[in-house]
């Protein structure tokens, strides 16, 4: 059972337009999400984070939204620039009562066309 | 240099042997990952440790072992190698709490083919 979905495999954007990542969950408990950009043959490097609490968080061209009530999440990328062309992966964090862990979804390529 | 650090970044085994991938840290955090990337299936947990001697399965531990007996080090072991584990497996860590210590930080990647 997948707790974590990003259900669009790909997504195309014309440079200098707004790129928007779309992000799902299913367990209300996770308590910090997370967004991560792969480039091909590189490990994951962190882009932004929220916590449960909050819902909204800026950090130069990209901001993560958290709608809670809808189990949602978004990465906002503006203006998108050809070198944002990457793998974005979701990943949320379990709550901390002794150990936790993160769940990330199946990502999505982003191509940003110059 | 600080940072993580994956050993071998490369490998080709066969199968039925054993294998073992090496992680390394120098940031002193408390938890350390594995996870295999496979087409369709993102990033999938294989094991996690919050710290030493302390080791948790994720949702694909069948055919792997950890161990962590000191802060810095996670290794992974594929006890019998099989074609289903060729993957890029990587290797990750994290704080326990305060500002932005819930960042996760990977290592570059190994490649593990199984022949």
């Known amino acids: 059972d997948q707790q974590v979905k990003q259900n669009s495999p790909s997504l195309s954007v014309q440079e200098g337009r707004i790129s928007i990542l779309n992000c799902d969950y299913t367990?209300?408990?996770?308590?910090?999400f997370l967004w991560y950009k792969k480039y091909p043959a590189e490990g994951p490097t962190f882009l932004i984070s929220?916590?449960?609490?909050?819902d909204k968080n800026e950090d130069g061209r990209f901001t993560v939204f958290l709608n809670k009530s809808a189990k949602h999440l978004s990465l906002h990328i503006v203006p998108s620039q050809p070198g944002d062309s990457a793998v974005y992966f979701c990943?949320?964090?379990?709550?901390?009562?002794?150990?936790?862990?993160?769940?990330f979804g199946t990502g999505t390529r982003l191509k940003v066309l110059a | 240099d600080a940072g993580i650090t994956q050993s071998p970044r490369y490998k080709i085994t066969e199968t039925g042997r054993q294998v073992t991938l090496m992680c390394h840290q120098t940031?002193?955090?408390?938890?350390m990952f594995w996870y295999r990337q496979d087409l369709g299936h993102g990033l999938r947990l294989i094991y996690y440790?919050?710290?030493?001697?302390?080791?948790d399965k994720g949702e694909v531990p069948d055919g792997y072992v950890v161990s962590r007996s000191k802060t810095e080090n996670f290794p992974l072991t594929l006890e019998s190698a099989t074609r289903s584990q060729t993957s890029v497996y990587f290797c990750?860590?994290?704080?326990?709490?305060?500002?932005?210590?819930?960042?996760?930080?990977f290592g570059p990647g190994t490649r593990l083919t199984v022949t």
């Open positions: 440790s919050a710290a030493a001697d302390i080791t």
């Open positions: 367990n209300s408990m996770f308590d910090y």
């Open positions: 990750a860590s994290s704080g326990t709490g305060g500002r932005s210590s819930y960042e996760q930080y």
């Open positions: 940031w002193s955090h408390s938890y």
């Open positions: 929220i916590s449960s609490i909050k």
């Open positions: 990943a949320a964090k379990t709550p901390t009562s002794g150990t936790y862990k993160y769940i």
